[in-house]
Protein backbone atom coordinates (compact mmCIF):
# COMPACT_ATOMS: atom_id res chain seq x y z
CA UNK A 1 0.00 0.00 0.00
CA UNK A 2 1.81 3.38 -1.18
CA UNK A 3 0.94 6.23 1.09
CA UNK A 4 -1.71 8.94 0.52
CA UNK A 5 1.30 11.59 0.67
CA UNK A 6 2.76 9.77 -2.30
CA UNK A 7 -0.27 10.11 -3.90
CA UNK A 8 -0.69 13.89 -2.82
CA UNK A 9 3.25 14.21 -4.55
CA UNK A 10 2.71 12.07 -7.98
CA UNK A 11 -0.70 14.80 -7.87
CA UNK A 12 1.30 17.36 -7.94
CA UNK A 13 3.51 16.11 -10.50
CA UNK A 14 0.76 15.81 -13.10
CA UNK A 15 -0.60 19.31 -12.45
CA UNK A 16 2.44 20.41 -13.11
CA UNK A 17 2.88 18.60 -16.71
CA UNK A 18 -0.18 20.21 -17.62
CA UNK A 19 0.28 23.48 -16.84
CA UNK A 20 3.52 23.92 -18.48
CA UNK A 21 2.64 21.86 -21.66
CA UNK A 22 3.57 23.61 -24.87
CA UNK A 23 0.65 23.83 -27.43
CA UNK A 24 -0.22 20.24 -29.19
CA UNK A 25 -0.81 20.21 -32.66
CA UNK A 26 -0.77 16.59 -33.70
CA UNK A 27 -1.47 15.14 -37.42
CA UNK A 28 -5.44 15.70 -38.47
CA UNK A 29 -6.70 14.49 -42.09
CA UNK A 30 -7.21 17.42 -44.13
CA UNK A 31 -11.00 18.87 -44.79
CA UNK A 32 -13.14 16.56 -47.75
CA UNK A 33 -16.56 15.84 -49.09
CA UNK A 34 -16.05 12.33 -47.03
CA UNK A 35 -18.55 12.89 -44.41
CA UNK A 36 -21.06 14.48 -46.67
CA UNK A 37 -20.56 11.33 -48.96
CA UNK A 38 -20.58 9.03 -46.51
CA UNK A 39 -24.30 9.91 -45.70
CA UNK A 40 -25.76 8.04 -48.59
CA UNK A 41 -24.27 4.97 -47.03
CA UNK A 42 -26.34 5.26 -43.99
CA UNK A 43 -29.34 3.51 -43.00
CA UNK A 44 -31.96 5.88 -40.64
CA UNK A 45 -35.84 5.40 -39.10
CA UNK A 46 -38.32 6.04 -41.50
CA UNK A 47 -39.15 9.97 -41.27
CA UNK A 48 -35.75 10.84 -40.04
CA UNK A 49 -32.40 13.09 -42.04
CA UNK A 50 -28.90 12.63 -41.04
CA UNK A 51 -27.10 15.95 -41.53
CA UNK A 52 -23.10 16.19 -40.99
CA UNK A 53 -22.82 19.64 -38.74
CA UNK A 54 -18.61 18.71 -38.30
CA UNK A 55 -15.84 17.64 -39.96
CA UNK A 56 -12.22 16.68 -39.64
CA UNK A 57 -9.99 18.88 -39.19
CA UNK A 58 -12.22 20.30 -36.68
CA UNK A 59 -11.98 17.64 -34.58
CA UNK A 60 -10.64 14.08 -34.79
CA UNK A 61 -10.82 10.23 -32.84
CA UNK A 62 -13.69 11.71 -31.52
CA UNK A 63 -14.16 9.08 -28.16
CA UNK A 64 -17.12 11.46 -26.12
CA UNK A 65 -18.85 14.68 -26.55
CA UNK A 66 -21.36 17.04 -24.94
CA UNK A 67 -23.60 19.48 -25.62
CA UNK A 68 -24.37 22.45 -23.19
CA UNK A 69 -27.30 24.52 -23.10
CA UNK A 70 -26.24 26.88 -25.56
CA UNK A 71 -25.21 24.86 -27.79
CA UNK A 72 -21.42 24.70 -27.44
CA UNK A 73 -20.45 20.93 -28.64
CA UNK A 74 -17.03 19.52 -26.33
CA UNK A 75 -15.37 16.82 -28.01
CA UNK A 76 -12.97 14.51 -26.04
CA UNK A 77 -10.11 13.58 -28.88
CA UNK A 78 -7.57 10.88 -28.24
CA UNK A 79 -4.20 10.80 -29.60
CA UNK A 80 -2.37 8.62 -26.88
CA UNK A 81 -4.67 5.51 -28.68
CA UNK A 82 -1.45 3.11 -28.64
CA UNK A 83 0.83 5.80 -28.59
CA UNK A 84 1.09 6.17 -24.59
CA UNK A 85 -2.00 3.72 -24.05
CA UNK A 86 -1.32 0.27 -24.75
CA UNK A 87 -3.35 -2.88 -24.09
CA UNK A 88 -1.78 -6.03 -22.47
CA UNK A 89 -3.08 -8.43 -24.96
CA UNK A 90 0.20 -6.50 -26.96
CA UNK A 91 2.32 -7.30 -23.74
CA UNK A 92 1.33 -10.82 -22.35
CA UNK A 93 4.83 -10.74 -20.47
CA UNK A 94 4.03 -8.03 -18.41
CA UNK A 95 0.84 -9.66 -17.17
CA UNK A 96 1.94 -10.65 -14.32
CA UNK A 97 3.29 -7.16 -12.86
CA UNK A 98 -0.05 -5.58 -13.98
CA UNK A 99 -2.28 -8.20 -12.14
CA UNK A 100 -0.16 -7.52 -9.26
CA UNK A 101 -0.72 -3.57 -9.33
CA UNK A 102 -2.96 -2.32 -6.21
CA UNK A 103 -2.38 1.53 -6.94
CA UNK A 104 -1.93 3.61 -10.00
CA UNK A 105 2.26 3.72 -8.34
CA UNK A 106 1.86 0.23 -8.64
CA UNK A 107 1.75 0.19 -12.21
CA UNK A 108 3.86 3.28 -12.74
CA UNK A 109 6.76 1.17 -11.23
CA UNK A 110 5.38 -1.73 -13.12
CA UNK A 111 5.27 0.41 -16.29
CA UNK A 112 9.12 1.73 -15.97
CA UNK A 113 10.48 -1.74 -15.85
CA UNK A 114 9.18 -3.61 -18.44
CA UNK A 115 9.09 -0.40 -20.87
CA UNK A 116 12.85 0.49 -20.32
CA UNK A 117 14.26 3.16 -22.09
CA UNK A 118 10.54 3.34 -23.70
CA UNK A 119 9.09 4.82 -21.35
CA UNK A 120 9.41 8.13 -22.43
CA UNK A 121 7.35 7.59 -25.27
CA UNK A 122 4.48 7.10 -23.26
CA UNK A 123 4.15 10.98 -22.19
CA UNK A 124 4.52 12.68 -25.50
CA UNK A 125 1.39 12.55 -27.67
CA UNK A 126 -1.29 13.90 -25.65
CA UNK A 127 -5.22 13.63 -25.58
CA UNK A 128 -7.15 17.03 -25.14
CA UNK A 129 -10.82 18.45 -25.26
CA UNK A 130 -12.37 20.40 -28.43
CA UNK A 131 -14.47 22.83 -28.44
CA UNK A 132 -16.91 23.17 -31.63
CA UNK A 133 -19.74 26.14 -31.92
CA UNK A 134 -21.59 27.02 -34.41
CA UNK A 135 -21.30 30.91 -34.97
CA UNK A 136 -23.23 32.03 -37.21
CA UNK A 137 -26.87 30.23 -36.13
CA UNK A 138 -27.32 27.84 -38.90
CA UNK A 139 -27.09 24.53 -37.06
CA UNK A 140 -23.19 23.82 -38.38
CA UNK A 141 -20.39 23.58 -36.12
CA UNK A 142 -18.33 26.27 -37.63
CA UNK A 143 -15.61 27.24 -35.09
CA UNK A 144 -12.91 24.96 -33.38
CA UNK A 145 -10.82 25.76 -30.83
CA UNK A 146 -8.37 23.73 -28.43
CA UNK A 147 -10.50 23.93 -24.91
CA UNK A 148 -7.66 21.85 -23.09
CA UNK A 149 -4.83 19.54 -23.50
CA UNK A 150 -1.52 18.52 -21.74
CA UNK A 151 -3.26 15.12 -20.85
CA UNK A 152 -0.21 13.58 -21.37
CA UNK A 153 1.75 12.11 -18.19
CA UNK A 154 2.94 8.39 -18.47
CA UNK A 155 0.06 7.06 -16.49
CA UNK A 156 -2.64 9.21 -18.80
CA UNK A 157 -5.46 6.63 -20.19
CA UNK A 158 -8.33 7.86 -23.05
CA UNK A 159 -9.73 11.14 -22.41
CA UNK A 160 -13.39 9.83 -22.72
CA UNK A 161 -16.22 11.15 -19.86
CA UNK A 162 -17.16 14.50 -20.45
CA UNK A 163 -19.92 16.76 -19.14
CA UNK A 164 -20.71 20.80 -18.58
CA UNK A 165 -22.66 21.99 -15.79
CA UNK A 166 -22.71 26.05 -14.88
CA UNK A 167 -19.61 26.75 -16.43
CA UNK A 168 -17.37 23.83 -14.81
CA UNK A 169 -15.96 21.04 -17.97
CA UNK A 170 -15.76 17.77 -15.80
CA UNK A 171 -13.39 15.59 -17.70
CA UNK A 172 -12.19 12.10 -16.87
CA UNK A 173 -8.34 10.76 -18.32
CA UNK A 174 -7.25 8.14 -16.09
CA UNK A 175 -5.85 8.45 -13.43
CA UNK A 176 -7.44 11.25 -12.91
CA UNK A 177 -11.15 13.25 -12.34
CA UNK A 178 -10.94 16.96 -13.52
CA UNK A 179 -12.89 20.20 -13.38
CA UNK A 180 -12.00 22.48 -16.51
CA UNK A 181 -13.28 26.20 -16.22
CA UNK A 182 -13.13 29.13 -19.32
CA UNK A 183 -13.03 31.63 -16.71
CA UNK A 184 -12.65 35.02 -19.32
CA UNK A 185 -15.44 33.21 -22.17
CA UNK A 186 -12.20 32.56 -25.19
CA UNK A 187 -13.01 28.86 -25.20
CA UNK A 188 -9.64 27.91 -23.74
CA UNK A 189 -10.20 26.47 -20.09
CA UNK A 190 -7.61 28.64 -17.91
CA UNK A 191 -8.41 26.95 -14.71
CA UNK A 192 -7.92 23.19 -13.88
CA UNK A 193 -8.93 21.26 -11.09
CA UNK A 194 -8.00 18.18 -10.37
CA UNK A 195 -10.84 16.66 -8.19
CA UNK A 196 -9.45 12.68 -7.59
CA UNK A 197 -6.87 10.86 -8.29
CA UNK A 198 -5.88 6.89 -8.32
CA UNK A 199 -8.23 5.51 -11.41
CA UNK A 200 -6.59 3.05 -13.99
CA UNK A 201 -4.59 0.76 -11.24
CA UNK A 202 -4.04 -1.97 -14.53
CA UNK A 203 -3.08 -1.72 -17.99
CA UNK A 204 -5.90 -3.96 -18.55
CA UNK A 205 -7.61 -3.27 -22.45
CA UNK A 206 -7.27 -0.87 -24.88
CA UNK A 207 -10.10 1.53 -24.04
CA UNK A 208 -11.38 0.18 -20.50
CA UNK A 209 -11.26 3.48 -18.90
CA UNK A 210 -13.46 6.13 -17.33
CA UNK A 211 -16.53 7.41 -19.19
CA UNK A 212 -19.82 8.18 -18.61
CA UNK A 213 -20.23 11.40 -17.10
CA UNK A 214 -24.09 12.45 -15.92
CA UNK A 215 -25.43 14.68 -13.43
CA UNK A 216 -27.80 12.89 -11.67
CA UNK A 217 -31.11 13.40 -10.40
CA UNK A 218 -29.50 13.96 -7.13
CA UNK A 219 -27.65 17.12 -8.26
CA UNK A 220 -24.34 14.71 -8.09
CA UNK A 221 -22.05 13.65 -10.62
CA UNK A 222 -21.59 9.79 -12.04
CA UNK A 223 -19.32 8.66 -13.64
CA UNK A 224 -18.07 4.54 -14.75
CA UNK A 225 -14.49 2.75 -14.65
CA UNK A 226 -13.90 -0.24 -16.78
CA UNK A 227 -11.80 -2.73 -15.45
CA UNK A 228 -8.67 -0.83 -14.94
CA UNK A 229 -9.95 -0.47 -11.60
CA UNK A 230 -9.42 2.37 -8.73
CA UNK A 231 -7.83 3.10 -5.71
CA UNK A 232 -8.69 6.40 -4.47
CA UNK A 233 -7.71 8.42 -1.19
CA UNK A 234 -10.93 10.48 -0.54
CA UNK A 235 -11.51 12.78 2.72
CA UNK A 236 -13.79 10.04 4.10
CA UNK A 237 -11.23 7.54 3.23
CA UNK A 238 -9.79 5.33 0.58
CA UNK A 239 -12.36 3.48 -1.88
CA UNK A 240 -10.13 -0.26 -3.21
CA UNK A 241 -11.30 -1.35 -5.80
CA UNK A 242 -7.91 -2.28 -8.17
CA UNK A 243 -9.76 -5.06 -9.82
CA UNK A 244 -13.10 -4.22 -11.50
CA UNK A 245 -15.17 -1.77 -12.80
CA UNK A 246 -17.87 0.75 -11.25
CA UNK A 247 -20.24 3.18 -11.41
CA UNK A 248 -19.38 6.23 -8.94
CA UNK A 249 -20.67 9.53 -8.11
CA UNK A 250 -19.75 12.66 -5.89
CA UNK A 251 -20.84 16.09 -5.50
CA UNK A 252 -19.94 18.62 -8.29
CA UNK A 253 -16.81 19.80 -6.20
CA UNK A 254 -15.69 15.90 -6.33
CA UNK A 255 -15.86 15.44 -2.60
CA UNK A 256 -18.07 12.57 -0.57
CA UNK A 257 -17.18 10.19 -3.37
CA UNK A 258 -18.87 6.65 -3.18
CA UNK A 259 -19.27 3.92 -5.22
CA UNK A 260 -22.56 2.53 -6.74
CA UNK A 261 -22.38 -0.40 -8.49
CA UNK A 262 -19.18 -2.78 -8.92
CA UNK A 263 -18.41 -5.56 -10.66
CA UNK A 264 -19.03 -4.36 -14.20
CA UNK A 265 -15.78 -4.87 -16.93
CA UNK A 266 -15.86 -2.05 -19.37
CA UNK A 267 -18.80 0.22 -18.95
CA UNK A 268 -19.10 2.86 -21.21
CA UNK A 269 -21.53 5.92 -20.80
CA UNK A 270 -24.66 6.16 -18.22
CA UNK A 271 -28.53 7.52 -19.11
CA UNK A 272 -31.01 7.71 -16.53
CA UNK A 273 -34.91 7.68 -18.08
CA UNK A 274 -37.76 10.16 -16.54
CA UNK A 275 -37.76 8.26 -13.23
CA UNK A 276 -34.33 8.20 -11.75
CA UNK A 277 -33.37 4.50 -12.94
CA UNK A 278 -29.78 4.12 -14.51
CA UNK A 279 -28.40 1.90 -16.90
CA UNK A 280 -25.64 1.59 -18.85
CA UNK A 281 -23.85 -1.14 -21.64
CA UNK A 282 -20.89 -3.45 -20.13
CA UNK A 283 -18.31 -5.06 -23.09
CA UNK A 284 -18.71 -8.66 -23.24
CA UNK A 285 -14.88 -10.47 -22.48
CA UNK A 286 -14.52 -12.22 -26.54
CA UNK A 287 -14.71 -15.80 -25.00
CA UNK A 288 -18.10 -16.34 -26.51
CA UNK A 289 -20.12 -14.43 -23.97
CA UNK A 290 -22.21 -11.06 -24.87
CA UNK A 291 -22.53 -7.51 -24.46
CA UNK A 292 -24.92 -6.69 -21.31
CA UNK A 293 -27.93 -4.13 -20.65
CA UNK A 294 -27.28 -3.25 -16.88
CA UNK A 295 -29.48 -1.92 -14.46
CA UNK A 296 -27.07 -0.10 -12.38
CA UNK A 297 -28.67 0.07 -8.66
CA UNK A 298 -27.21 1.14 -5.18
CA UNK A 299 -25.13 -2.05 -3.91
CA UNK A 300 -25.56 -3.55 -7.10
CA UNK A 301 -22.78 -6.63 -8.29
CA UNK A 302 -22.49 -7.67 -11.47
CA UNK A 303 -19.86 -10.05 -10.74
CA UNK A 304 -16.87 -9.22 -13.46
CA UNK A 305 -12.86 -9.29 -12.07
CA UNK A 306 -10.13 -8.66 -14.18
CA UNK A 307 -8.67 -11.73 -13.19
CA UNK A 308 -11.75 -13.66 -15.69
CA UNK A 309 -10.21 -11.93 -18.42
CA UNK A 310 -6.51 -14.23 -18.05
CA UNK A 311 -8.29 -17.07 -17.05
CA UNK A 312 -6.28 -20.10 -19.00
CA UNK A 313 -6.36 -17.20 -21.84
CA UNK A 314 -7.56 -16.66 -24.51
CA UNK A 315 -10.87 -18.25 -23.86
CA UNK A 316 -12.06 -20.16 -20.75
CA UNK A 317 -12.68 -16.71 -18.49
CA UNK A 318 -12.94 -19.10 -15.79
CA UNK A 319 -16.40 -18.81 -13.17
CA UNK A 320 -17.65 -15.96 -15.20
CA UNK A 321 -18.71 -18.54 -17.96
CA UNK A 322 -18.77 -21.68 -15.68
CA UNK A 323 -21.30 -20.29 -13.46
CA UNK A 324 -22.64 -18.61 -16.21
CA UNK A 325 -22.91 -15.04 -14.76
CA UNK A 326 -22.95 -13.32 -18.23
CA UNK A 327 -26.17 -14.96 -18.66
CA UNK A 328 -29.68 -13.16 -17.98
CA UNK A 329 -31.61 -14.37 -14.67
CA UNK A 330 -32.25 -17.95 -14.44
CA UNK A 331 -32.75 -20.67 -12.61
CA UNK A 332 -29.69 -21.98 -10.47
CA UNK A 333 -27.05 -18.89 -10.64
CA UNK A 334 -25.11 -17.94 -7.45
CA UNK A 335 -27.38 -15.03 -5.55
CA UNK A 336 -24.35 -12.81 -5.28
CA UNK A 337 -24.44 -11.50 -8.31
CA UNK A 338 -27.64 -9.63 -10.64
CA UNK A 339 -27.83 -10.66 -13.66
CA UNK A 340 -27.60 -8.21 -17.22
CA UNK A 341 -31.36 -7.51 -18.29
CA UNK A 342 -30.37 -8.42 -22.11
CA UNK A 343 -27.60 -9.01 -24.47
CA UNK A 344 -27.60 -6.16 -26.63
CA UNK A 345 -24.94 -5.40 -29.42
CA UNK A 346 -21.09 -6.37 -29.26
CA UNK A 347 -19.30 -2.80 -28.57
CA UNK A 348 -21.80 -0.80 -26.44
CA UNK A 349 -20.45 2.77 -26.26
CA UNK A 350 -22.12 6.19 -25.96
CA UNK A 351 -25.31 5.96 -24.59
CA UNK A 352 -28.74 8.81 -24.13
CA UNK A 353 -31.74 8.89 -23.04
CA UNK A 354 -34.57 10.92 -25.08
CA UNK A 355 -35.14 14.36 -24.03
CA UNK A 356 -38.59 13.98 -24.85
CA UNK A 357 -38.88 16.51 -27.59
CA UNK A 358 -38.02 16.88 -31.06
CA UNK A 359 -38.91 12.95 -32.33
CA UNK A 360 -42.00 11.88 -32.78
CA UNK A 361 -44.15 9.88 -30.80
CA UNK A 362 -42.56 6.58 -30.78
CA UNK A 363 -39.49 7.28 -29.43
CA UNK A 364 -41.25 8.21 -26.12
CA UNK A 365 -38.98 6.38 -23.50
CA UNK A 366 -36.26 5.25 -25.75
CA UNK A 367 -32.41 4.87 -25.15
CA UNK A 368 -30.27 5.26 -27.84
CA UNK A 369 -27.07 2.64 -27.37
CA UNK A 370 -24.06 3.13 -29.66
CA UNK A 371 -22.46 -0.51 -30.39
CA UNK A 372 -19.05 0.47 -31.96
CA UNK A 373 -17.88 -2.84 -33.57
CA UNK A 374 -14.60 -1.58 -35.66
CA UNK A 375 -16.32 -1.35 -39.13
CA UNK A 376 -19.69 0.81 -40.10
CA UNK A 377 -20.26 -2.37 -42.14
CA UNK A 378 -21.83 -3.54 -38.91
CA UNK A 379 -22.03 -1.18 -36.37
CA UNK A 380 -24.80 0.95 -35.68
CA UNK A 381 -27.10 3.19 -32.55
CA UNK A 382 -29.67 0.71 -30.74
CA UNK A 383 -32.84 2.18 -30.45
CA UNK A 384 -33.72 0.24 -27.01
CA UNK A 385 -37.30 0.65 -24.97
CA UNK A 386 -38.08 -0.88 -21.39
CA UNK A 387 -41.05 -2.12 -19.42
CA UNK A 388 -40.91 -3.03 -15.82
CA UNK A 389 -40.02 -6.57 -14.51
CA UNK A 390 -40.68 -7.11 -11.08
CA UNK A 391 -38.09 -4.86 -9.05
CA UNK A 392 -36.50 -4.22 -12.26
CA UNK A 393 -37.00 -3.91 -16.34
CA UNK A 394 -37.27 -6.28 -19.32
CA UNK A 395 -36.42 -4.81 -22.64
CA UNK A 396 -39.55 -4.74 -24.33
CA UNK A 397 -38.31 -3.10 -28.11
CA UNK A 398 -34.92 -3.22 -29.40
CA UNK A 399 -34.58 -2.02 -33.08
CA UNK A 400 -32.11 -0.77 -35.18
CA UNK A 401 -31.91 3.73 -35.18
CA UNK A 402 -29.10 4.43 -37.93
CA UNK A 403 -26.44 2.00 -38.97
CA UNK A 404 -23.66 2.25 -41.74
CA UNK A 405 -21.50 4.50 -39.16
CA UNK A 406 -18.66 3.45 -36.33
CA UNK A 407 -20.60 5.93 -33.45
CA UNK A 408 -18.66 6.34 -30.40
CA UNK A 409 -21.27 8.45 -28.48
CA UNK A 410 -24.60 9.60 -29.01
CA UNK A 411 -26.55 12.62 -27.13
CA UNK A 412 -28.81 15.13 -26.88
CA UNK A 413 -28.19 18.84 -28.07
CA UNK A 414 -30.57 22.17 -27.78
CA UNK A 415 -32.03 21.68 -31.12
CA UNK A 416 -34.12 18.89 -32.69
CA UNK A 417 -32.88 15.67 -33.22
CA UNK A 418 -29.88 13.57 -31.24
CA UNK A 419 -26.41 14.07 -32.06
CA UNK A 420 -23.65 11.26 -32.58
CA UNK A 421 -20.21 11.27 -32.93
CA UNK A 422 -18.21 9.11 -35.56
CA UNK A 423 -14.96 7.50 -35.49
CA UNK A 424 -14.71 6.89 -39.40
CA UNK A 425 -13.31 3.43 -39.70
CA UNK A 426 -11.13 0.89 -38.18
CA UNK A 427 -9.54 0.50 -34.49
CA UNK A 428 -6.59 2.32 -35.20
CA UNK A 429 -6.10 6.53 -34.57
CA UNK A 430 -8.20 7.43 -38.22
CA UNK A 431 -7.27 10.95 -37.71
CA UNK A 432 -11.09 12.25 -38.71
CA UNK A 433 -13.89 12.42 -36.96
CA UNK A 434 -17.42 13.40 -38.03
CA UNK A 435 -20.52 14.98 -36.13
CA UNK A 436 -23.85 13.79 -37.15
CA UNK A 437 -27.22 15.16 -36.34
CA UNK A 438 -30.27 12.86 -37.35
CA UNK A 439 -33.43 15.19 -37.11
CA UNK A 440 -37.20 14.96 -37.74
CA UNK A 441 -37.71 17.55 -40.48
CA UNK A 442 -41.15 18.53 -39.77
CA UNK A 443 -40.39 19.32 -36.10
CA UNK A 444 -37.52 21.66 -37.35
CA UNK A 445 -40.46 24.84 -36.07
CA UNK A 446 -42.00 22.64 -33.71
CA UNK A 447 -43.37 25.63 -31.29
CA UNK A 448 -42.42 23.21 -27.95
CA UNK A 449 -38.85 22.38 -29.92
CA UNK A 450 -38.48 26.13 -30.45
CA UNK A 451 -39.48 27.01 -26.64
CA UNK A 452 -37.08 24.47 -25.39
CA UNK A 453 -34.14 25.86 -27.05
CA UNK A 454 -35.21 29.20 -25.84
CA UNK A 455 -36.00 27.81 -22.04
CA UNK A 456 -31.89 26.60 -22.36
CA UNK A 457 -30.17 29.35 -24.13
CA UNK A 458 -31.46 31.77 -21.67
CA UNK A 459 -30.43 29.69 -18.44
CA UNK A 460 -32.11 29.04 -15.58
CA UNK A 461 -29.83 31.23 -13.12
CA UNK A 462 -32.27 34.36 -12.05
CA UNK A 463 -35.60 33.07 -12.61
CA UNK A 464 -38.25 33.06 -10.60
CA UNK A 465 -39.15 30.04 -8.29
CA UNK A 466 -42.46 30.48 -9.31
CA UNK A 467 -41.10 29.96 -13.23
CA UNK A 468 -38.95 27.04 -12.01
CA UNK A 469 -41.55 25.28 -10.46
CA UNK A 470 -43.94 25.38 -13.34
CA UNK A 471 -41.11 24.60 -15.12
CA UNK A 472 -40.93 20.98 -13.63
CA UNK A 473 -43.59 19.82 -15.35
CA UNK A 474 -42.19 20.43 -18.86
CA UNK A 475 -41.93 17.89 -21.65
CA UNK A 476 -38.37 18.29 -21.71
CA UNK A 477 -35.80 16.25 -19.50
CA UNK A 478 -33.02 18.96 -19.31
CA UNK A 479 -35.43 21.65 -18.86
CA UNK A 480 -36.52 19.77 -15.38
CA UNK A 481 -33.70 18.76 -14.11
CA UNK A 482 -32.25 22.01 -14.77
CA UNK A 483 -35.08 23.91 -13.29
CA UNK A 484 -34.53 21.17 -10.58
CA UNK A 485 -31.23 21.77 -9.71
CA UNK A 486 -32.07 25.75 -9.77
CA UNK A 487 -34.66 25.18 -7.16
CA UNK A 488 -32.60 23.40 -4.87
CA UNK A 489 -30.37 27.13 -4.86
CA UNK A 490 -32.93 28.21 -3.36
CA UNK A 491 -32.79 26.23 0.16
CA UNK A 492 -35.01 26.34 2.54
CA UNK A 493 -36.51 29.15 1.16
CA UNK A 494 -38.73 26.32 -1.56
CA UNK A 495 -39.39 23.82 0.77
CA UNK A 496 -42.67 24.20 1.52
CA UNK A 497 -43.33 24.56 -2.61
CA UNK A 498 -41.58 21.65 -3.27
CA UNK A 499 -43.52 19.63 -0.50
CA UNK A 500 -46.55 21.20 -2.31
CA UNK A 501 -45.66 20.00 -5.85
CA UNK A 502 -44.76 16.74 -4.68
CA UNK A 503 -48.38 16.27 -3.11
CA UNK A 504 -50.38 17.63 -5.81
CA UNK A 505 -52.27 14.93 -8.29
CA UNK A 506 -50.84 16.13 -11.25
CA UNK A 507 -47.89 15.72 -13.43
CA UNK A 508 -45.75 12.90 -12.13
CA UNK A 509 -42.56 13.90 -13.66
CA UNK A 510 -43.19 17.16 -11.35
CA UNK A 511 -43.45 15.37 -8.32
CA UNK A 512 -40.56 13.32 -9.04
CA UNK A 513 -38.04 16.33 -9.55
CA UNK A 514 -39.95 18.18 -6.15
CA UNK A 515 -38.79 15.10 -4.54
CA UNK A 516 -35.56 14.98 -6.01
CA UNK A 517 -34.70 19.01 -5.11
CA UNK A 518 -35.92 17.80 -1.54
CA UNK A 519 -33.59 15.15 -1.34
CA UNK A 520 -30.72 17.67 -2.43
CA UNK A 521 -31.71 20.27 -0.08
CA UNK A 522 -32.15 17.72 2.64
CA UNK A 523 -28.08 16.60 2.02
CA UNK A 524 -27.08 20.04 3.33
CA UNK A 525 -29.30 21.47 5.29
CA UNK A 526 -32.77 20.41 7.16
CA UNK A 527 -35.62 20.46 5.31
CA UNK A 528 -37.14 23.42 8.00
CA UNK A 529 -39.27 25.61 6.05
CA UNK A 530 -37.62 29.20 5.92
Avoid at 287 to 309: K, T, Y
Avoid at 346 to 355: E, I, N, R, T, V
Amino acid sequence: MRSSFLLFVLSLCVIKSLSSATEYTPPIAPPSDEGQERIKHFSVDSGLEVELVAAEPMLANPVAFYIDNRGKCYVAETFRHHKGVTDMRDHRHWLVDDLASETIEDRLIAMKKNLGADFASYSVEHDRVKLLEDSDGDGILNRSVVFADGFKDSLAGIGSGLLEDRGTVYYTCIPDFWALRDKDGNGIAEERELLGSGYGVHISLLGHDSHGLRKGPDGRIYFSIGDRGFNVETENGRLEYPHTGAVLRCEPDGSNLEVIHTGLRNPQELAFDNYGNLFTGDNNSDAGDQARWVHIVPGGESGWLINHQWHQYPMSRGIWMSEKIWFLEEEGQAAYFLPPLAHIGSGPSGLAFYDGTGLPEKYKDTFFLCDFRGSPNNSKIHAIQLEPKGASFKVAHRWDFVSGNLPTDVDFGVRNGIYFSDWVDGWAQPLKGRMYRVYDPTREQDPTVLETEKILKEGFEGRSKENLLALLAHPNQRVRFESQWALADFGKNVVSDLVSTAREKGNLLARLHAIWGLGQIGRNSDLDPA
